[in-house]
């Protein structure tokens, strides 16, 4: 891993918090981003135990140097809720769907 990131190559770890993609792997790799998997993201702000993992994972990446994305956003509410933990990149439905094509332009959501 660190000759990879001495050659400049960034690594990332998705599905961050589901299956195999937990902890120990950023002590094992010390990625440069995590992309918390969609199970945690899905309906956080109205879910007090999801809430408290992600709020962890946050403040864990934080200490390590670790950039945090949200993927599998799919309403404002949930978008809301993260950006105020302190995430500020994200992935999802609420902006985007995926498309072979290419990508439109991101509609972002109005804050309420």
Known sequence: MRKLKGAGINLAIDHFGAGFAGL?????????????????????HQDGPRQSIVQAIIKCCTSLEIAVSAVGVERAEEWMWLESAGISQFQGNLFASARLGGLPAVAWPEKK
Do not use: C, T, V
Not at 25 to 41: G, N, S
């Open 24 to 44: 120990s792997l950023l002590a094992q790799y010390q990625p440069d981003r995590i992309k918390i998997d969609h199970e945690l993201i899905r309906n956080i």
